[in-house]
Nanobody, 128 residues
Framework: QVQLVESGGGLVQAGGSLRLSCAASGRTFTSYAMGWFRQAPGKEREFVAAITWSGSSTYYADSVKGRFTISRDNAKNTVYLQVNSLKPEDTAVYYC?????????????????????WGQGTQVTVSS
């Protein structure tokens, strides 16, 4: 079993930054790809960013490219999402997820159903 716990969310003004963290426990974290998704009120959960188990490859949604950066520290069993230049439309609950599946097609990592385990989410609210 895997437990994922997100933290780092909060209220920030437009143009501001946050660093979200996701601490994993329960399995060999270093073996698995991780992703971040978000869900705004009244909308479906959508992909934000993903990172391979080694951290050598990353993948981003077009809406966050150049503003968000995903990274991981396998020694700390933690994945991060640095969110910069925040916009009101970035307001959402942000979830981290872990997949035990393997793929050589990075775009697959953007599929919600690819992931097996989810955290409880952390709220990010961006005021205009």
């Amino acid at each position: 079993q895997v437990q994922l716990v997100e933290s780092g969310g909060g209220l920030v003004q437009a143009g501001g930054s946050l660093r979200l963290s996701c601490a994993a426990s329960g399995r060999t974290f270093t073996s698995y790809a991780m992703g971040w998704f978000r869900q705004a009120p009244g909308k479906e959960r959508e992909f934000v960013a993903a990172i391979t188990w080694s951290g050598s490859s990353t993948y981003y949604a077009d809406s966050v490219k150049g503003r968000f950066t995903i990274s991981r520290d396998n020694a700390k069993n933690t994945v991060y999402l640095q969110v910069n230049s925040l916009k009101p439309e970035d307001t959402a609950v942000y979830y981290c997820a872990l997949t035990t599946r393997r793929t050589t097609i990075v775009q697959v990592m953007g599929v919600l159903g690819w992931y097996d385990y989810w955290g409880q989410g952390t709220q990010v609210t961006v005021s205009s």
